[in-house]
């Protein structure tokens, strides 16, 4: 019987997109859904049997892309057949439909309802809450949603997924929602993944420097930071003015400072040395341009020296503004991250 039942509906599925011409074509889907909902009719059909035929039904609408037709019938068959074991992933290709639609903040409704109302279900091997999830963080408007949806999936599905991919992208999305203090714990997370130093995410270039900076940043006594990038410059200036190096040594930032040529990454354990400015300033002539670097801007600044060295004649203080919400007090306040050698590419 089963045999029979599959092979009557495969030969109106054939019969379906055997013909090319629209108008044609529209006729055969018609005949075939009248055909398909006299068969669901049946009351001995078994619980997949009715699948077949409400998927092919539904998959006829969307092949003539009636995404409001598919809407329709899915959303009267789940309200028709509660006890349907495969309602999600009928509720799955309504959300879908929608998409289709650009009618996100429905499909989004959708998605979530599939979360919370429906047991979850596997097709072709797929979890639909893992589906549901992944395009509800894509979709999602508000930071706090994607918190959500961020967390679920971690705990939910820790063998699907790359923990260290979305540890960044939730301590991003607890940033934006202002909760700074399960940002830095799940910045820490991401710190302690064995992939985090070398990972690549799309769109988040310096995810392991930017992270570390924030950690180590919020650990450190931050008294190096100046109100404003006047009186850094000012400061500076006169420290070199004066030869004193043991300023110097002080006023730059006690947290990731780097010393590197222009060519170099920041993360590079060679930028990272430390060293005192006493080394470079004992027996030499140092000068200083009047203005900072043209290429200065509202966010980071260059001031342009020279006579440190023979061998590097040319260095370039690089100061940046803080940008550490957690505390305001210390945000928007400027720091001298480090020193660029040689000049400028």
């Known amino acids: ?12 599925t054939a019969t379906l997109f055997s013909c090319k011409k629209p108008d044609v074509e529209t006729q055969n889907i018609i005949q075939t859904q009248k055909q ?13 049997q009715k699948y077949a035929i409400v998927n092919q039904m539904a998959n006829n609408l969307l092949h003539t892309k009636d995404f409001q037709g598919t809407i329709l019938f899915l959303n009267d068959w789940v309200e028709n057949n509660p006890d349907d074991k495969y309602n999600a992933y009928w509720m799955l290709m309504t959300a879908y439909s929608y998409m289709s639609l650009n009618a996100e903040p429905v499909a989004e409704y959708y998605f979530d309802r599939i979360l919370h109302q429906y047991k979850d279900l596997l097709v072709k091997g797929q979890s639909i809450h893992f589906i549901c999830l992944q395009n509800l963080i894509q979709i999602s408007k508000t930071p706090k949603n994607r918190i959500k949806y961020f967390n679920e999936l971690i705990n939910r599905f820790p063998g699907s997924i790359n923990k ?19 940002a ?8 302690q993944q064995p992939d985090a130093t070398t990972i690549q995410i799309p769109g988040e270039p310096d995810a392991y420097k930017d992270a570390r900076h924030l950690i180590d940043f919020n650990n450190s006594s931050k008294d190096w930071t100046f109100q404003s990038l006047e009186e850094l410059e000012t400061a500076v200036k006169k420290a070199i003015r004066n030869y004193d190096w043991r300023k110097l040594d002080k006023y730059r930032s006690q947290v990731n400072f ?8 920041e993360n590079d354990a060679n930028s990272q040395t430390e060293f005192s400015m006493h080394d470079y300033m004992r027996g030499n002539r140092i000068r200083f341009a009047e203005e900072l670097d043209e290429s200065s801007n509202e966010n980071e600044a260059y001031l342009r020296t020279w006579g440190w060295s023979t061998y590097v004649n040319t260095w370039y203080l690089y100061f940046r503004k803080v940008n550490f919400p957690l505390d305001p007090d210390i945000n928007g306040n400027w720091e001298w991250a480090g020193i660029y050698f040689g000049n400028k590419l």
């Open 1 to 12: 019987m089963k045999k029979f039942f599959f092979a009557l509906l495969a030969l109106f």
């Open 184 to 191: 830095l714990r799940t910045c820490q997370l991401f710190l």
């Open 36 to 48: 398909l909902e006299i068969l669901l009719q049946d009351q001995t059909l078994s619980p997949e």
């Open 164 to 182: 260290t991919e979305l540890y960044l992208r939730l301590a991003t999305e607890y940033e934006k929602d202002s909760q700074w203090d399960m």
């Open 258 to 265: 780097f010393s590197m040529s222009w060519k170099q990454d």
